[in-house]
């Protein structure tokens, strides 16, 4: 049965800092290429970062050099350490894979106070 289970959102101010976990169980986790997406009110669902099975990773412009994916193959469990928070950053972060979207999580909940 597969699960991905989100944590680590929370309230927090401009410029802060949060650091996002997401445990995966029933795939093969080490094989899979691994996202962060996010959505905000009224707004679709967007991929902000993805890191494949040997570390590579890419990020939406709007997130690049403040957001970092991680990830550990051991654990079963992706990370997505972000920096330099913006009001516009404020929404329901979800993990998933990126090659095939497996059901989705319950998300974290992520909300930056200007």
């Known amino acids: 049965q597969v699960q991905l289970v989100e944590s680590g959102g929370g309230l927090v101010q401009a410029g802060g800092s949060l650091r996002l976990s997401c445990k995966v169980s029933g795939i093969i986790f080490s094989l899979n290429t691994m996202g962060w997406y996010r959505q905000a009110p009224g707004k679709q669902r967007e991929l902000v970062a993805r890191i494949g099975s040997v570390g590579y990773t890419d990020y939406a412009d709007s997130v690049k050099g403040r957001f970092a994916i991680s990830r550990d193959n051991a654990k079963n469990t992706v990370y997505l350490q972000m920096n330099t928070l913006k009001p516009e950053d404020t929404a329901v972060y979800y993990c998933?894979?990126?090659?095939?979207?497996?059901?989705w999580g319950q998300g974290t909940q992520v909300t930056v106070s200007s």
């Open positions: 998933n894979t990126v090659d095939v979207v497996l059901t």
